[in-house]
């Protein structure tokens, strides 16, 4: 069974920073492309920043600039890094990713993590 976890979250104050981290563990054989959406109040869930395995990214305009994601294959791990924070950022942030697995066939499957609030707040 595959988990993701994310960690980092937290309440800071306009133009500070933060790093989300997310975990992915369980039993598979490949993590395919890694993502962090958020999800505001009242709103739909967002992209914020992707990236393939191999390391190409693309990011929402609301975020280019100022977030960074990264991932260490070797601990099956994505980062976002949040920089110059805004009121506007304030949401549930959730990491998804698609993995590979074999369970007598090989199957690809999306994954959610729980999420992780971030609030951006004088």
């Known amino acids: 069974q595959v988990q993701l976890v994310e960690s980092g979250g937290g309440l800071v104050q306009p133009g500070e920073s933060l790093r989300l981290s997310c975990a992915a563990s369980?039993?598979?054989?490949?993590?395919?492309?890694m993502g962090w959406y958020r999800q505001a109040p009242g709103k739909q869930r967002e992209l914020v920043a992707a990236?393939?395995?191999?390391?190409?990214?693309n990011y929402a305009d609301s975020v280019k600039g100022r977030f960074t994601i990264s991932r260490d294959n070797a601990k099956n791990t994505a980062y976002l890094q949040m920089n110059r924070l805004k009121p506007e950022d304030t949401a549930v942030y959730y990491c998804?990713?698609?993995?590979?697995?074999?369970?007598?066939?090989?199957?690809?499957?999306?994954?959610w993590g729980r999420g992780t609030q971030v609030t951006v707040s004088s």
């Open positions: 369980g039993s598979f054989l490949r993590i395919n492309s």
């Open positions: 998804n990713a698609g993995i590979t697995a074999y369970t007598g066939a090989l199957l690809n499957n999306d994954y």
């Open positions: 990236i393939t395995r191999g390391g190409s990214t």
